[in-house]
Nanobody, 125 residues
């Protein structure tokens, strides 16, 4: 059974930094896309950043240059380093994964098979 577990959420002031981590366990395929999504209060969930098994990354335009996604393939862990956080980025951040060898687009959540429970990020202004 595949499990996705996030950690590292918390509260920070605007302009501050946070690092989120995610662990994927129980995997059976050799290659997985891994990514981060977030849902702000009253808004739909959106893709933030993803990374393929070969290290190819995709970012939402709103976070480019401020967020960095990375993974350790041997350990099936995923990190998201967030800097310059804004109050509108408050929300629940989810880690997700699906089996794939290619790029990891975030435009269609139905592609993403496995989801964590989410971790709260609160940015105060």
């Amino acid at each position: 059974q595949v499990q996705v577990v996030e950690s590292g959420g918390g509260s920070v002031q605007a302009g501050g930094s946070l690092r989120l981590s995610c662990t994927l366990s129980g995997v059976t395929y050799q290659s997985y896309c891994m990514g981060w999504f977030r849902q702000a209060p009253g808004k739909e969930r959106e893709g933030v950043a993803s990374i393929s098994s070969r290290g190819a990354t995709l970012y939402a335009d709103s976070v480019k240059g401020r967020f960095t996604v990375s993974r350790d393939g041997a350990k099936n862990t995923l990190d998201l380093q967030m800097t310059g956080l804004k109050s509108e980025e408050t929300g629940v951040y989810y880690c997700a994964a699906y089996p794939s060898w290619g790029l990891c687009p975030m435009d269609d959540e139905r592609r993403w098979d496995y989801w964590g429970q989410g971790t709260q990020v609160t940015v105060s202004s």
